[in-house]
T-cell receptor, first 117, second 111 residues
């Protein structure tokens, strides 16, 4: 597809369960971002990949959250021992890598809505 | 890290009026300032952006202004239409490539 694809679009789980959210970025985009968006809030940064490596994971709230991008394309966000406070829309975005020190447009997926009961 | 403040949180206008949304940022190293529009249940999409080497940019009915000295930037929408109704987010980023977003402004355009 032409855009960023995220699966599942909706996930309902019970407190304490493990969850995986998948992101398939636009082909050729080396930069990949995960954000979390709660109702009425702006996207909150979680982690940024440049290629296969996590260039910045300072936004991950605690060690229950982890993300991988083993081949530099698809990324998976993993949440262990889910809590009710993890309920949010998890947005993935990708972008081209521009010149050093310059930002560029993020292309977002539709998001994965996580509900922890 | 960067901190972006956005206001107002809600803006209600009549069709045809202008709308202005304002943002401030804290990191003087930030040099890229995009604006995203998010319709209900949809993904955020870029509508306009500005870099620190210019003070104003215009694209049809939308424009963005940047004051680097004061560390604030604004989105201006003229001749608003009902389809402009959405949540608008400002963001700022610098050498880290990681945009920090404001909390959003819900724009409601009444026909």
């Amino acid at each position: 597809g032409a855009g960023v694809s995220q699966t599942p679009s909706n996930k309902v789980t019970e407190k304490g369960k493990y969850v995986e959210l998948r992101c398939d970025p636009i082909s050729g985009h080396t930069a990949l971002y995960w954000y979390r968006q709660s109702l009425g809030q702006g996207p909150e940064f979680l982690i940024y990949f440049q290629g296969t490596g996590a260039a910045d994971d300072s936004g991950l709230p605690n060690d229950r959250f982890f993300a991988v991008r083993p081949e530099g394309s698809v990324s998976t966000l993993k949440i262990q021992r889910t809590e009710r406070g993890d309920s949010a829309v998890y947005l993935c975005a990708s972008s081209l890598t521009l010149l050093a020190g310059e930002g560029g447009e993020l292309f977002f997926g539709e998001g994965s809505r996580l509900t922890v009961l | 890290g960067e901190n972006v403040e956005q206001h107002p949180s809600t803006l209600s206008v009549q069709e045809g009026d202008s709308a202005v949304i304002k943002c401030t940022y804290s990191d003087s190293a930030s040099n890229y300032f995009p604006w995203y529009k998010q319709e209900l249940g949809k993904r955020p999409q870029l509508i306009i952006d500005i870099r620190s080497n210019v003070g104003e940019k215009k694209d049809q009915r939308i424009a963005v202004t940047l004051n680097k000295t004061a560390k604030h930037f604004s989105l201006h929408i003229t001749e608003t239409q009902p389809e402009d109704s959405a949540v608008y987010f400002c963001a700022a980023s610098g050498g880290s490539y990681i945009p920090t977003f404001g909390r959003g402004t819900s724009l409601i355009v009444h026909p």
